[in-house]
Structures are given as C-alpha cells and as structure tokens.
C-alpha cells in the first residue's frame, strides 16, 4: 500500500522558516512525480508545488516562487519543501500527493507572533 | 489562472436519493494528449482529500459505482447515486492541464 507520511510542522513566528519532509514507502518513489498541497482552515485546498521523478524540474506556486524550495531524496524516499520568511496567510495544514489518489495525513503549520 | 467555479455550495440529501454537483472550468481542460484533466475529490471531516474521479469520469481505485462523472464543455458534474450517511463532506472538483493547479471552493453534503 502507498503510504505518505509528512512531518515537520510547528508554530513558527512571522518571518521563520520551516522545512517539512514526507517520508513515502509501498512504492518506487523515484519514479512518481510528487506535489505539495496546503488548505487552510475551512478553505479549499491549494497547490504549492510539483517536483518530477528525478527532481530537475519544479513547479511553484507564482505568489510562493522564491520562499518555498521543493526538493527530494530518492535514495531516502524523501520528499522536502523548505519555507522562508513564512506569513500568517502561509499556516495551514500541508499535504504531500501522489498521483492525486494517495495523500498524506498533512502536517499542520502555524505562523503567528 | 484556471477558475473553478461550483454549483451548489451546500447540499442537503435524504438518503437513498441522488445528489448533483456542477463544476464549471474557465478554460478547456482539454490537453492535446486527449485526456481532459477533471478530478474529483472527497473530503469527510478531519481526513486528507480522497479522489473519486480523475479524467472526468474515470472511478478511482475502491470508489463506489454510486459515484459517476459527466462533461459537456467545460461544465462537469458529479453524480451520487443513492446517498448514504458515509458520502457526508466536502466535495471538490480540481483541473491539472495547467498550473496553477486549481480547486473548487467546495460542495458541502449532508445529510437529512
């Protein structure tokens, strides 16, 4: 069975960084393409970023571009996303995806002084 | 941006009925591959989304045949069949021909 594990949230304050990780097993992770979602409370859904299998193409959300890095591990079956100067609009509950049919339990981050 | 624009926001459904969700797209879905990039997700309280649909009306893996998925142009719908206490949530439609990647602002179901 897929299984996708995130890990890493905490409360932060306005201007910290956190990274995240997502420790994925049941499958070969390095052949899938990996996304983070984040959804704030009583809010859609939001994708963040996509990263390929090998990790040389990433795709960000424009507004995040420049303050969130997305990166894996393959050999670790890792997935990160590294989050600088982090707002209170960037809290929120953050999900790693595969394939859209298996996500994880979300790891909750919350900005505030 | 690709907007996802649902209709209705909340639905209240007695059991054994149908429920109807639409999801209209602001720009063909449509990919040159000939796959058009409509999913359906299911979020029951406290849980991760769930996918029911991908490609318009593909039934993901375990999903109930209760579940179906239609298209003509860009407006999509969900269809339940016979509503039951389980299908309760936060229904969403999602395009990914193009990022951003973008959401539905969500169906909430329940139950009468």
């Known amino acids: 069975d897929v299984h996708l594990v995130e890990s890493g949230g905490a409360l932060v304050q306005p201007g910290e960084s956190l990274s995240l990780s997502c420790t994925a097993s049941g499958f070969s992770f390095g052949d899938y393409w990996m996304v983070w979602v984040r959804q704030a409370p009583g809010q859609r859904p939001e994708w963040v970023a996509t990263?390929?299998?090998?990790?040389?193409?990433?795709y960000y959300l424009d507004a995040l571009r420049g303050r969130f890095v997305v990166s894996r591990e393959n050999a670790k079956n890792s997935l990160f996303l590294q989050m600088h100067s982090l707002r209170p609009d960037d809290s929120g509950v953050y999900f790693c995806?595969?394939?859209?049919?298996?996500w994880g339990q979300g790891t909750p981050v919350s900005v505030s002084s | 941006d690709i907007v996802m624009t649902q209709t209705p926001l909340s639905l209240s459904v007695t059991p054994g009925q149908s429920a109807s969700i639409s999801c209209r797209s602001s720009?063909?879905?449509?990919?040159?591959?000939?796959?058009?990039?409509l999913y359906w997700h299911l979020q029951k309280p406290g849980q991760p989304p769930q996918l029911l649909i991908y490609?318009?009306?593909k039934r993901a893996s375990g999903v109930s045949e209760r579940f179906s998925g239609g298209v003509s142009g860009t407006d999509f719908t969900l269809k339940i069949n016979r509503v039951e206490a389980e299908d309760v949530g936060v229904y969403y439609c999602?395009?990914?021909?193009?990022?951003?990647?973008?959401f539905g602002q969500g169906t909430r179901l329940e139950i009468k």
């Open positions: 490609e318009v009306s």
């Open positions: 999602m395009q990914s021909i193009k990022n951003p990647i973008t």
């Open positions: 990263i390929n299998p090998d990790g040389s193409q990433t």
């Open positions: 995806v595969r394939d859209w049919g298996n």
């Open positions: 720009q063909s879905l449509l990919h040159s591959d000939g796959r058009t990039y």
